[in-house]
């Protein structure tokens, strides 16, 4: 991919962006552009796709299917609004060029030059006849160019800069996003000679992926050619992960897994810019993914980072004596001063609470938190609770009961052995009523 974008609250220079691609509903259940901007998890959102190109053709999914009298091309005034939106929120917003599937490519490097013209004038800061998002001027232009041929790219990147550079009243970036193998087989070229502000790595459908860490992912490799071989020696490097198990045929790890992962590699390359993920509708599922890798990377990291709240998610208890109708409360991961605290004493420590809903809890209750894999507990505690560790879940025990509407707030700490403590995925955490 390569990108351009411009917003008065993105900072490229933040190793805390999370980047989230929209518009093919790979789940199914896409929202609007201007719901997802409403997040505050994102700070850039990268529309998919301009998949034909020099003939220009648009594809976003279900979110708009009107044209131009006359034409192909997509007139989407709604999104046009939403794009609005999100820039007033301080979000940057991307058109992404090529994909898995499309047909596109330059045959020359004429043709990149004379197709930076078009895209100028038709998204940018151009005054194109037909603009699919009317006077909405996007933040970028991303090329995810998986197939066809590799030439003209680096006279498309240096005729678009040559626009930048001509416009004072907004400031764009220039990204790719190319798959893991070094050097990537499409824009490797590209990325040598033409000047990115940032890549977004794809880390999965490869054997360097994020299912590969720590041995064979290469990471580093990327790190390398980022200080010795880019035009720019300050580009930033993200991790491109699936939001979900089936976003990608390899290469998902949950919420817990990544922030690791990121945290580790934060701590080791000055180049690392934030998380990229494929797609929104994956990401920002019930599972809540997305929130939670967001909230670990704007929380800075393992040091102290803050859990993710569980924001409207609502996990129904049962027990083995209730025959019928799950009771429903509301969990949150709650920051506090010290949620995390220097993993280099093994220690760790969260706050959690828990809001009944409209049913008491009346038999007391027990709240199961799953261990990251390669973490025991040595001690743990849970201010006025019980809590004992059971088949490698820290199970916090109450004998009381919660009213409706009422809630409960403690603090879970501990020391342990292993590996660094993670995230709890919430989509693993379980609250059971107790006779």
């Not at 058109?95 to 045959?107: D, E, I, T, W």
């Not at 920002?284 to 990291?301: I, N, T």
Request: hydrophobic share 40%; net charge negative; with cysteine.
């Amino acid at each position: 991919m390569t990108m351009v974008l411009a917003s008065t609250a993105f900072d490229v220079s933040s190793q805390s962006n999370f980047v989230a691609y929209w518009g093919q509903s790979s789940a199914g259940s896409q929202k609007s552009l201007g719901e997802y901007c409403g997040d505050s998890s994102i700070d850039v959102i990268v529309m998919a796709f301009l998949y034909q190109f020099p003939n220009t053709k648009l594809d976003l999914s279900a979110t708009c299917r009107s044209t131009f009298p006359g034409s192909e091309l997509l007139h989407c005034p709604d999104v046009a609004a939403d794009i609005k939106k999100c820039q007033s929120q301080g979000k940057a917003v991307i058109l992404s060029m090529g994909g898995a599937a499309g047909a596109y490519g330059f045959s020359s490097d004429d043709d990149g030059r004379k197709y930076a013209d078009t895209v100028w004038d038709m998204f940018l800061g151009g005054s194109g006849s037909q603009r699919p998002f009317d006077d909405a001027v996007l933040d970028g232009v991303d090329l995810d160019i998986e197939g066809g041929s590799t030439a003209g790219y680096a006279a498309y990147v240096a005729q678009l800069r040559s626009h930048f550079e001509a416009s004072s009243d907004k400031k764009y970036y220039i990204t790719g996003a190319p798959q893991c193998p070094f050097p990537d087989a499409m824009l490797g070229s590209t990325l040598n000679s033409a000047w990115f502000d940032m890549v977004f790595v794809q880390f999965y459908n490869n054997f360097c992926g994020l299912d590969a860490y720590p041995q064979g992912f290469n990471y580093g490799q990327w790190d390398t050619w980022a200080k010795s071989q880019s035009a720019n020696k300050n580009v930033k490097l993200y991790i491109g992960a699936p939001g979900s198990q089936s976003a990608a045929g390899r290469g998902y790890v949950d919420a817990s897994t990544i922030n690791s992962i990121a945290s580790d590699i934060r701590s080791k390359y000055t180049s690392f810019g934030g998380v990229m993920t494929w797609d929104a509708s994956q990401a920002f599922d019930a599972s809540s993914w997305g929130q939670s890798v967001s909230s670990a990377l704007k929380s800075g990291g393992s040091k102290k980072r803050a859990l993710e709240p569980l924001q409207g998610r609502f996990i129904s208890t049962r027990s083995a004596n209730v025959t019928a109708g799950a009771m429903q409360v509301k969990l949150e991961l709650v920051e506090g001063s010290d949620v995390y605290i220097s993993d280099t004493e093994n220690t760790f420590g969260f706050h959690v609470r828990i809001q009944s809903a409209d049913q008491p809890i009346r038999q007391g209750w027990e709240l199961h938190i799953p261990l990251p894999v390669g973490v025991s507990v040595a001690q743990a505690s849970a201010q006025a609770h019980n809590i004992r560790v059971h088949d490698n879940t820290l199970v916090v025990v109450d004998g009381s009961s919660i009213n409706e509407n009422m809630a409960v707030a403690f603090r879970v700490a501990g020391q342990h052995i292993g590996n660094e403590f993670g995230l709890p995925d919430p989509a693993k955490i379980m609250l059971y009523t107790t006779a």
